[in-house]
């Protein structure tokens, strides 16, 4: 009778965790909304949500700074936290799925590099666009990456036509130091810019606004829903090329599917925050820990895990040495190593 | 089923593979051989559509595998891999439920209930429904082979390729697989493409064999034309004897591995021999290759003790094997290398001789009493017992028989104990015609297995003619003996 106990417990456990990361979530939101210089009460945050969602519904009873401070400042740049952080997830998840390396990340491509060089091109020589004036950086920036994650791919079919992961793996890190490489030029070139250049290289979300989670989030709906969709063929990549193809898992061209959307998830991310490091690395790790890595249930859950991680590492960023601001990427790697050095040491322990 | 014609390719530019043709048909168990880099895994390879070659055709039921998609080959055939990675740990069922993966359909595929069906029973028939909710890093090679094997049933296909399936599996599961799969060939039509590393499993279970050397067709055919002496040493470079299965008509390959220390052979003579009033003993230094009747160590085998041991004229035991073997062991013989014979005559009557022959030699030892003489050849039934009259006979060759040798040794020692008999005129006492011999002889033919090759003992060799004589001339003196001892009490 022990049987079906456990896979009634394991089967509620996959349940248990959506509703406890679905609800993390949620706190998180509030909580980045609510914390900050003017504390503002969470009823008050859901009224102002609400009533800007529908239309109609009054706020007369808030006070209109709130409200300012709620709408414009604090709930888009926690958004635009959370869907950075659920969409390195989700592509991290990917990428180490898709190419048997627990050590990939969402950068490993290079797709990153890319996006960073369009970055610092755009601050080195201050290029501001007509008509899009600020908003030239991340699109300078998603544009960089798109060619760069085409430039990887078109690269490695041409040294081996079957694209072996281990041919993609090398070509992605031969870009990125390529394009690191032309970073470094550039800031060892630059002089004000400097400070500029290393702070959107740390990563950040603050100073964004809602134009920014517009950006952000077209991108994260078709790269999760394209990923999600090729959950089970993830599934069967990882045990190999070859024992995929044997399955009926037409690698190729799923293949090129999955490294295009976690491409187009990981350039927008970086795009409108810069490279945070860490997350797409190491969440979709914490994830695969407690709950398998069985990818039907790792990309959705690493969204949300991943979300609701860098909306609290922002949230630290930003009141611990209050009122300057630490770089966001300082904090994911503050918080995130130690927390995860524990659960692995704790999961090697009990198999042992 | 399978048709592969004339493929030619590899991995680069030098083919490894080079105009190799077969057929496979429905519900046939196909054997792939060969020594290491002969080809085997690249051609599986071919077949399971992983590796492109450059000319000839695949074709499985009538259609180019180029012109399948990936899941309808998927659904048609699976592969169960020789090694398979795995980064992360998923559960067994997890593992299991992939194998569905050509059969559904839509963006979001979700198990149906026939799915669940399929994946409970393929998790059933290879006994992993126990480690069902377990990841497969948990589990042991073998338990992990099963799982893919598993897996790949999930496909329903009507191919299955293997790439040395028994790689990792204990002897009893090595077995159960390969039942399975033959039974799966017979009852459900499931054809089967094996590489195989052991020849003996292989030539035991396929229906036929293909043989590859060196990227080319050694021979395709049945087990038994393709198992042979002489092909595998050739094409294995590897010193081997060829060996009937004692069950089954298959043959079976036996290594011969290097002899080292050969001067530690010695030659078999009376100096061996040691004689006491309970029991006559030789203890060879090595190992001697014999055929005998005795009560330990009898048909073909290997012993390097020979007891004939006296038991009173009232021996009368139930099981006298076991008494035998515990008897033997409580005088620090072991029974499984001990050719062990009983007699009730007076050990001291015994006769032997050694003698030496061009390139070969022998020795000859016989005991012999006909209390119980018989004439065989009347067809009528004795109650046999262990009264004095029992003639054992040992016969040591110093050199190398064959078979063959082996058979016709014993003929010609019985022919020349029969005549010895006639000597005496001994008669079948109920009869009263000339006896063949007593109702317990026994007979021992140990060979050194070193030397010179004797293929023959037919009595008109060298050597049937050297047996002839000293079982001849032994058993007329031990005979001569038995009757002076008898005479005088």
């Known amino acids: 009778m022990e049987k079906p106990f456990i896979q009634k417990f394991s089967v509620k456990s996959k349940a248990v965790a959506y509703i406890i990361l679905i609800l993390i979530g949620g706190l998180a939101v509030l909580t980045g909304t609510s914390i900050g210089t003017v504390s503002v009460p969470f009823l008050d945050i859901i009224k102002i949500i609400i009533s800007k969602i529908i239309p109609g519904v009054s706020i007369d009873s808030i006070d209109s700074m709130y409200v300012n401070i709620v709408w414009n400042i604090r709930l888009p740049r926690v958004l635009l936290a959370g869907f950075v952080g659920a969409s390195l997830s989700i592509a991290g998840a990917a990428f180490q799925g898709l190419l048997r390396n627990p050590l990939a990340d969402p950068y490993t491509l290079g797709v990153s590099s890319g996006a960073s060089v369009g970055a610092v091109v755009t601050i080195f020589f201050g290029l501001s666009f007509p008509f899009i004036g600020s908003f030239t950086l991340p699109l300078l920036s998603i544009v960089a990456s798109f060619i760069t994650i085409f430039v990887v791919l078109y690269f490695a079919k041409r040294i081996d036509r079957a694209m072996r992961v281990e041919t993609i793996i090398l070509t992605g890190v031969i870009f990125s130091s390529f394009l690191g490489a032309l970073i470094s030029l550039m800031i060892a070139l630059t002089g004000e810019e400097l400070r500029q250049i290393i702070g959107w290289l740390l990563g950040s979300v603050s100073m964004r606004g809602w134009d920014h989670v517009k950006i952000i989030v077209p991108f994260f709906l078709i790269g999760s829903i394209l990923l999600l969709v090729h959950a089970k063929e993830l599934n069967a990549m990882s045990f190999g090329e070859d024992h995929a193809k044997h399955i009926g898992v037409d690698v190729e061209r799923k293949k090129m599917n999955i490294l295009i959307a976690g491409s187009i998830l990981t350039g927008a991310a970086v795009a409108v925050s810069g490279t945070i490091g860490f997350v797409g690395l190491v969440i979709p790790h914490f994830v695969r820990l407690l709950w398998g890595p069985n990818h039907i249930h790792l990309l959705p859950l690493s969204t949300l895990a991943g979300g609701s991680f860098l909306i609290l590492a922002d949230l630290v960023s930003r009141t611990i040495i209050s009122p300057s601001e630490l770089p966001i990427g300082v904090i994911t790697a503050l918080i995130g190593a130690p927390i995860f050095a524990v659960i692995l040491m704790k999961s090697r322990m009990e198999r042992s | 089923m399978i048709d592969v014609k004339k493929i030619t390719g590899g991995y680069s530019s030098k083919p490894i593979l080079e105009s190799i043709s077969f057929e496979v048909d429905k519900g046939e168990l196909f054997g792939v051989i060969g020594p290491n880099g002969s080809g085997k895994s690249t051609l599986l390879k071919m077949i399971s559509h992983i590796l492109p070659f450059q000319k000839g055709e695949i074709t499985i039921k009538g259609k180019s595998i180029r012109t399948y998609n990936a899941k309808e080959f998927a659904r048609l055939v699976a592969v169960l891999p020789q090694t398979t990675t795995q980064t992360f740990s998923y559960t067994v069922r997890e593992t299991v439920s992939l194998g569905r993966y050509a059969h559904q359909k839509g963006l979001f595929q979700s198990l149906t209930e026939s799915d669940e069906a399929i994946i409970q029973d393929v998790m059933k028939q290879t006994g992993v429904d126990i480690y069902e909710n377990e990841t497969i890093d948990e589990l042991s090679g073998g338990e992990r082979q099963r799982v893919f094997l598993a897996q790949a049933l999930a496909q329903d296909p009507e191919v299955l390729l293997l790439d040395e399936p028994t790689n990792h599996l204990d002897l009893a599961y090595q077995k159960e697989l390969l039942d399975v799969l033959r039974s799966w060939t017979k009852e459900k039509d499931l054809t089967v493409i094996s590489i195989f590393h052991d020849l003996n499993l292989a030539g035991l279970y396929c229906d036929r064999l293909l043989l590859l050397q060196d990227g080319k067709t050694e021979i395709c055919d049945s087990p038994n034309k393709v198992i042979k002496k002489e092909r595998i040493e050739e094409v294995y470079h590897a010193s081997i ?70 038991v009173d004229k009232n021996y009368n035991v139930d099981d006298h094997k076991q008494e035998m073997e515990a008897y033997l062991k409580s005088h620090g013989f072991h029974p499984d290398d001990t050719v062990g014979m009983m ?72 022919e020349a104990k029969v005549k010895a008999l006639q000597n005496f005129k001994v008669t079948d006492p109920e009869s009263n015609t000339l006896a063949t011999g007593t109702s317990t002889d026994s007979i021992l033919i140990a060979a050194t297995q070193a030397g010179a090759k004797l293929t023959y003992a037919g009595s008109a060799t060298p050597l049937g003619q050297m047996i002839g004589k000293g079982v001849f001339k032994c058993t007329k003196q031990a005979l001569m003996n038995y009757f002076n001892k008898e005479v005088k009490s």
């Open chain 2, 343 to 414: 007699t009730a005559v007076n050990l001291s009557q015994v006769a032997y001789q050694f003698i030496h022959e061009e390139g070969f030699s022998g020795l000859f030892v016989v005991t012999a009493g006909v209390g119980n003489a018989v004439d065989s050849t009347l067809g009528v039934s004795r109650v046999p017992g262990y009264i004095p009259g029992t003639i054992n006979i040992w016969v040591f060759i110093n050199g190398e028989l064959s078979e063959e040798a082996y058979i016709q040794a014993v003929m010609t020692a019985t």
């Open chain 2, 241 to 310: 004897e060829e060996y009937p299965h004692p069950k089954v008509a298959k043959p079976q390959m036996m290594l011969v591995p290097k002899t080292v220390n050969k001067d530690e052979k010695t030659q078999i003579d009376e100096t061996l021999l040691r004689f006491t009033n309970e029991k006559i003993t030789l203890e060879a230094k090595q190992s001697l290759r014999t055929m005998s009747s005795g009560v330990t160590g009898s048909g073909f085998g290997w012993n390097h003790l020979f007891v004939n041991r006296y």
